[in-house]
């Protein structure tokens, strides 16, 4: 099964994909946690795509398709993928189509100011990447991952002027798709 999951931030893709994932049995592929593996790591290009995630814009377009161009090569995804945070706009797609067919795309919808909530809200752990949310999902003691023990933190994108402005962009994003 080859599927994409298409969502704001905070719509519940990464939770989804991880129970699709179990589910089906191939592998989840979030290009937001890869990303955040390469800064976390130091590599180059975690280097390079770091001023972009802090700030809430997009990591080029020619950096994150050769990221999951290599990613979708690997063993794992030969028998499927759940591809959570990429596409993210028309290149990126027009890109994915050309590197494999897909059985299904899955686009989750929710109203602007319950994104809002559940994005500031939002707890992760920085190592094992698990998240949480302060209402939704609180871990079993305040700030502090259930799985490792180490304390959670609120991603510099998840601060709620950005939070905003993601939202905007994916807001526009979409009313152009339509038009
Ligand atoms: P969220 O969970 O908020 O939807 P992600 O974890 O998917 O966010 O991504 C975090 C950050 O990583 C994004 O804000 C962006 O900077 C970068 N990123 C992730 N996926 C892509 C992509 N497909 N294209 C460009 N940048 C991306």
């Known amino acids: 099964m080859r599927l994409v999951l298409l969502g704001p931030p905070g719509a519940g893709k990464g939770t989804q994909a991880e129970k699709l994932s179990a589910y089906l049995g191939v592998p989840r592929i979030s290009t937001g946690d890869i990303l955040r593996r ?20 997009l990591v080029p377009d020619d950096l994150v ?4 161009e ?10 499927g993928f759940i591809l959570d945070g990429f596409p993210r706009n028309i290149a990126q ?10 059985d299904a795309v899955v686009s989750l919808f929710l109203e602007p100011e319950d994104l809002i909530k ?12 698990t998240v949480y949310h302060i209402l939704m ?9 259930d799985k490792c023990g180490t304390p959670l933190i609120i991603r510099a994108d998840d ?18 798709l339509k038009a």
Request: with cysteine; aromatic share 2%.
């Open 38 to 57: 390469n800064v976390t790591d130091n590599t180059p290009l975690g280097e390079k795509a770091k001023a972009y995630m802090d700030s809430g814009q």
């Open 65 to 68: 398709i050769t990221m999951t």
């Open 70 to 79: 290599r990613r979708l090569k690997e063993p794992d995804a030969k028998k």
């Open 93 to 102: 797609a027009e890109a994915l189509s050309k590197l494999t067919k897909l």
């Open 118 to 129: 559940r994005n500031t809200g939002r707890r992760v752990c920085p190592k094992d990447d």
């Open 137 to 145: 999902n609180p871990p079993k003691k305040p700030g502090i991952c």
């Open 159 to 176: 601060r709620e002027d950005v939070v905003r402005m993601i939202e905007e962009i994916f807001l526009r994003t979409i009313e152009a």
